[in-house]
């Protein structure tokens, strides 16, 4: 970003500020208590849904939102061992009182998803298929990566490498069609250009993720047509409701032999909010059942007890302020992290000139700044506005191991190097009559940068600029109707670099241009008081990346030769998703099938032949139809204890030639009883997934499976500090067993048994 773009925004956020501010706009308060038959409740979640406020109950059980503009309200409140409770409050008086009752449960039932809509919401009410994990079920699950970590939910999986390069794929699709976002917003990385590529966060930062199923190109842009999954990190900090307010985290686990911390501590003085955070990942190589394993490619066996080369480092640290008043909130934060971690592959070897490594490492930095404000415009045609930004400078470099007479090495080969602003505008309308809805103004810079000895690209410029209208209509009472309009520019530029190892690279000047309208149109419909259903359908489309156009190169990471297509053109997806929600006395259930048919879909596939004696991976189109279904059912025979049952399945067919798609999940189901109390909790599941025969252009197939895992919690409230203390086991009988969407399935198991003891304190 230039100093003349610094400038301009500045002075367009002061303009604005003293815009909102002129209103006058009186402030009122919010304060309340959470309780339960027995007794106040500690620790629990408080959301200000149309403020986007987030608090925690103190001492007491007690709450309270200051700078809140008169008007009516809804106050969401979600704690361990409770159903989840919605109230409604309207603002006649300088102080406004509630009083929230939570029913013991062991499942919340209804959940708030920031992502799917413009405002966020209940996942009961949104037009799309949506999940969410809090931070207490994220630090419950099993494994260590944010990927490994939303697994069990129904639709997605994970593509796994080991550890750090771990990622979410939703129905069957991932990469370039699925975008991984922080607080809603672009991470400026590189993690879709290769399965051995991170995406950079700390998994233990993350308060809360949300996922959503199927396009969501209206609200997010090119690279959703799968889907989103935002990792909400609260870099901008809310304003707490006492002085000093945080999270204090740590876990080992023995499955790397790893340790992991993470600290938060916001200052808060009623109207300004000051945080600072820092956190780290130690982990050694993975554990995997002891024994031989050999390698496909060539044929030799090693003795393994670890993933060879798959450790993960990492470490974060940052800081933000928010000012918080009547006009709205504003708030600025940063954060830097960096990560050094292993790809695993076939290990260094005394005989290294017929069976040299395939292992690497890579190392990244990124270093995020980021905007976050909400004004209470409070006008007769607009309710509220919305600015948020992102600028991420991104640096990665890859070190593919290297061996000789003189010993093992891992000089450096590629270095990217990316910057990125990411900025959305959005204006809340005042509702007209039964219709409310948001107009947008999206826009997105990437600049790239690729050095090294063999680059696998073009340095190059990516713009993007959107415009949208997000708009809801109440039918009836029990209908509602949402309809999405967007259209997309899309330019990609490369610049010659005549320092570039590669001559094409030194030469390139080309530019491609991807313009397109997207649409959705969505209902919710009420059946009674136990029974709703949903329908989707939705346009979807994304631009081919520089590298699916430009790419010549090898990827030292993967140890593959990449070749783009210059003619590629934008895929272009149309969706259908519908579902039917239940909720009868102690059973609830979920069932959502979807179709999805994308035309010129981009994958990159092994052709067979090699460059420089690597295996050749081409980007090429063809179209694709992917269908299935998620289903689930949850059943409490009694307040303490629920018992879940989920399944997916997904088919996904490549209809230019008529064969699987390649790495698609197969049938899959999990089983989950759950013991939740306020201060005890407890966990047994078994994970199941069926043999994988479809096969694609370069899949191997893998045989069903079973996994256990099980886990313990209790809780301690003393006053406004709240401690958690939890023991689990992943995968309690040490299965070897290979998962389909893993890149090493052919030579290298899941990871074996792993034991987590975690600790966490709130206060």
Do not use: C
Not at 101 to 115: C, G, H, K, Q
Not at 183 to 209: C, K, N
Not at 266 to 288: L, M, N, P, T, Y
Not at 325 to 333: E, H, K, L, S, V
């Amino acid at each position: 970003m230039t100093s003349f773009d610094l400038r301009l925004v500045i002075r367009v956020l002061a303009a604005i500020s003293i815009l909102a501010s002129a209103t006058a706009l009186r402030a009122q308060t919010i304060t309340g208590s959470v309780t339960s038959p027995s007794g106040t409740v500690a620790g629990a979640t408080v959301r200000l849904l149309e403020l986007e406020r987030v608090v925690r109950t103190g001492a007491g059980g007690r709450f309270t939102f200051g700078d809140v503009p008169k008007g009516t309200y809804r106050i969401f409140v979600a704690a361990q061992g409770f159903a989840s409770a919605t109230d409604t409050v309207r603002l006649t008086s300088d102080t406004t009182t509630v009083a929230v009752m939570l029913r013991e449960s062991a499942t919340r039932f209804d959940e708030i998803v920031v992502s799917a809509s413009p405002g966020g919401g209940l996942t009961s009410e949104q037009y799309q298929s949506t999940a969410s994990k809090s931070r207490s079920d994220l630090l419950g699950s099993p494994g260590t990566t944010f990927a490994e970590k939303i697994s069990d939910l129904p639709g997605v999986a994970m593509r796994g490498l080991g550890s750090a390069p771990n990622r979410p794929i939703l129905r069957g699709l991932g990469d370039n069609e699925v975008l991984v976002l922080e607080d809603g917003l672009r991470m400026g990385d590189i993690a879709t250009y290769d399965p051995a590529h991170a995406t950079p966060v700390h998994a233990m930062e993350i308060s809360q993720i949300d996922v959503v199923r199927g396009p969501a190109t209206i609200l997010y842009g090119p690279s959703t047509i799968g889907g989103i999954v935002n990792v909400i990190t609260d870099i901008v900090p809310d304003v707490a409701d006492r002085r000093v307010s945080g999270t204090l985290s740590a876990e080992g686990s023995t499955g790397a032999n790893q340790v992991a911390g993470y600290f938060d501590n916001v200052f808060s003085d009623g109207h300004q909010a000051f945080k600072v955070s820092a956190g780290g990942v130690h982990g050694e190589d993975v554990r995997i059942p002891g024994r031989g394993y050999t390698d496909p490619g060539s044929g030799k066996e090693y003795q393994l007890d670890r993933m060879p080369q798959s450790f993960d480092r990492n470490w974060g640290a940052g800081a933000g302020y928010t000012y918080q008043a009547p006009f709205g909130t504003i708030g600025i934060g940063g954060k830097h992290f960096e990560t050094n971690y292993g790809i695993t592959g076939a290990p260094p070897d005394q005989d290294f000139e017929n069976f040299p490594p395939s292992t690497s490492r890579i190392t990244q930095g990124r270093t995020t700044l980021e905007l976050r404000s909400l004004f209470n415009a409070s006008s007769k045609a607009l309710d509220q506005l919305r600015i948020t930004a992102a600028y991420n400078d991104y640096n990665q470099s890859e070190f593919p191991t290297a061996q000789d007479s003189s010993g093992v090495s891992d000089p450096r080969a590629n270095h990217f190097h990316k910057q990125s602003v990411n900025a959305i505008v959005q204006f809340q309308q005042q509702p007209w009559g039964r219709l409310h809805g948001t107009l947008g103004l999206w826009s997105n810079f990437e600049k790239l940068k690729i050095s090294g000895d063999q680059p696998l690209g073009p340095n190059s410029l990516t713009t993007g600029l959107a415009g949208y209208a997000y708009e809801e209509f109440m039918a009836t009472e029990r209908t509602r109707i949402q309809g999405g309009l967007r259209y997309d520019y899309n330019r990609i530029q490369t610049h010659p670099f005549a320092g570039s190892t590669d001559s094409v690279f030194q030469t390139l000047d080309e530019s491609r241009n991807s313009n397109a309208v997207t649409a959705s149109l969505g209902a919710v419909h009420q059946l009674d008081s136990h029974l709703s259903a949903t329908f989707s359908a939705a346009r979807s489309f994304r631009a081919p990346t520089v590298q699916e156009l430009f790419a010549n190169g090898l990827d030292a990471a993967s140890g593959t030769y990449s070749l783009g297509d210059a003619s590629l053109k934008p895929e272009t997806g149309y969706g259908i998703d519908a579902s039917l929600r239940g909720a009868y006395g102690k059973v609830s259930f979920d069932v959502s099938p979807y179709l999805n048919y994308i035309h010129n879909y981009i994958f990159g596939f092994l052709r067979g032949d090699t460059i420089q004696e690597f295996p050749v991976r081409q980007f090429a189109p063809t179209n694709a139809r992917l269908f299935g279904f998620e289903a689930s059912v949850t059943l409490v025979p009694v307040q303490s204890l629920a018992l879940r049952l989920s399944t997916d399945y997904v088919n996904a067919q490549d209809t230019r030639l008529d064969q699987p798609l390649p790495f698609t999940p197969p049938l899959r189901g999990l089983f989950r009883a759950t013991y939740q109390k306020q201060r005890l909790t407890g966990m047994f599941e078994e994970r199941v997934a069926a043999r994988q025969s479809r096969l694609g252009d370069g899949d191997t197939p893998t045989a069903g499976y079973a996994i256990s895992n099980v886990g313990v919690g209790v809780r301690i409230a003393n006053g406004a500090f709240v401690h958690d203390v939890r023991l689990y086991v992943d995968n309690v009988f040490n299965q070897v067993y290979r998962d389909n969407l893993s890149v090493v399935k052919d030579f290298i198991p899941q990871p074996g048994r792993a034991v987590r003891l975690g600790y966490e304190m709130f206060y």
